[in-house]
């Protein structure tokens, strides 16, 4: 293969795609609109540590990504750790680990508690997830685990993550967070990965790979059209000037794509599904919050839906004592959130957060970092799955391989790898074929 190929999108499935490519003989233009590679893995630093902006970590049964950091030489970075969940609701956070957790969990009555342990065991028996797709993640917890355990646990927790889409998520999407928390289980409990020094060294080894792969990487780089020439895919406009290339894999947020082919060629299902945004608000603690790694808040009153403490997985001595806390929520574009200053935020959380969290103390804190981004993952509603865009789109040699696609199975960084290399595969054989056909 030696024809060029346009990847558009640095994040880790485009760059897994380039990495593919390029092995396969192709000259490859990776195209990234931000200073550097990673998309939502883009890292700030804790005590001159670098970490994410948006929390990140590894299931053991990742095989894709662990294959990825094994390749580029930093296995022995890659750390496993005990994990921990937990719930707040009730003033309180409640341990969430085990099976006797839930027993311990007081907002259900002693019956309830027994009905949902009975159900979510039931739960992860279940193996056909696409007639999920037309079911309400809703109703099929609500039968499963009972109606009360839906309305202090599952509406608070699809709540916190859909806003006021949360009655139209599917069951399949449910489903793959079973399944992939499931995953992470082994005797002993639950354990997860964490690339030690930050993922930022991942995209470094990447880009390194990549240059020596030949591959022409051009970050704070933006890809203003797709050419379409004669029925066909013909090239692209960086920068203002034009780049022939025989194929364009599009890696970036699937309502991005629209804007970037003539109107008359787009397919309405690339602006057909929506995405959710995140605030991330990054906290430095002179101490920790609780036990836990990770709890669900199920509590109206907070304004987040997450308290993420990634040094109750990672050891504190990586940021040199420096306890670091996650608060996250996730928004629809409809939402007040999504326009809001997310340094304004910060403080309204951090009020919040003092006001009703046990162990906070506003004094705890040493720094606090803002993030947000408008698209972290797409917003999947009941029927998802009949409308995913195909990959081999209707435009010869224009490929779509983005997080929309990913279902049931929700974004993350192994699934980008794998999706990335099935794209690259496609392609190849593509290009392979106009190549015989010509």
Avoid at 271 to 286: F, K, Q, R, T
Wanted: hydrophobic share 40%.
């Amino acid at each position: 293969m030696s024809r060029r190929v346009v990847v558009i999108g640095g994040g880790i499935g485009g760059c897994s795609a380039a990495l593919e490519l390029a092995r396969a003989g192709a000259e490859v233009v990776l195209a990234e609109r931000s200073p550097g590679l990673g998309g939502l893995v883009v890292s700030f630093e804790v005590a001159g540590t670098p970490l994410e902006c948006f929390y990140h970590h590894v299931f053991p049964h990742e095989r894709h990504i662990i294959g990825l950091i094994d390749e580029m030489g930093l296995s022995n970075r890659l750390g496993w750790f005990p994990s921990s969940v937990g719930i707040f609701t009730a003033g309180r956070v409640w341990p969430f680990t085990s099976p006797l957790d839930l027993l311990r969990f007081r907002p259900l009555p002693v019956t309830e508690r027994l009905r949902a342990g009975i159900g979510a065991l039931r739960l992860q028996r279940v193996r056909d997830w696409e007639s999920l797709d037309k079911v309400s993640a809703r109703d099929w917890l609500a039968r499963f685990t009972g109606q009360r355990a839906a309305a202090v646990v599952w509406d608070p927790l699809l709540r916190a993550k859909f806003g006021p889409s949360a009655p139209q998520v599917p069951a399949a999407w449910m489903w793959g967070r079973f399944q992939q928390r499931s995953g992470g289980r082994r005797r002993g409990g639950e354990r997860l990965g964490y690339l030690r020094g930050g993922f930022r060294q991942l995209f470094e080894a990447v880009g390194r790979e990549l240059g020596r792969l030949g591959v022409d990487v051009r970050t704070s780089t933006a890809v203003s059209r797709i050419d379409v020439s004669n029925g066909r895919v013909g090239g692209v406009v960086v920068d203002g000037e034009p780049l022939e290339a025989e194929a364009v894999l599009f890696t970036g947020p699937l309502p991005g794509l629209t804007a970037l082919v003539p109107a008359e060629q787009a397919d309405p299902a690339w602006a057909g599904i929506g995405g959710l945004g995140v605030v991330c608000v990054v906290l430095e603690l002179d101490r920790k919050l609780s036990d836990l790694y990770w709890t669900n808040v199920c509590d109206p009153a907070l304004p987040f839906g997450g308290v993420i403490e990634h040094t109750n997985l990672v050891p504190v001595d990586d940021y040199s004592g420096r306890h670091v806390v996650y608060l996250s929520r996730y928004f629809t574009h409809e939402e007040p959130v999504a326009g809001a200053d997310p340094a304004e935020e910060a403080g309204r959380w951090l009020d919040a957060l003092e006001d009703r969290y046990p162990r906070f103390v506003r004094s705890d804190v040493l720094a606090v970092h803002p993030f947000r981004t408008p698209y972290a993952a797409p917003l999947v509603t009941v029927g998802h799955l009949g409308r995913i865009p195909p990959l081999r789109s209707h435009i010869p040699g224009l490929y779509v391989s983005t997080t929309a696609q990913i279902y049931p199975q929700d974004r993350g960084m192994s699934e980008g790898v794998r999706t990335g290399t099935e794209a690259a595969e496609a392609v190849i054989d593509g290009t392979r074929v106009a190549g015989r056909a010509a």
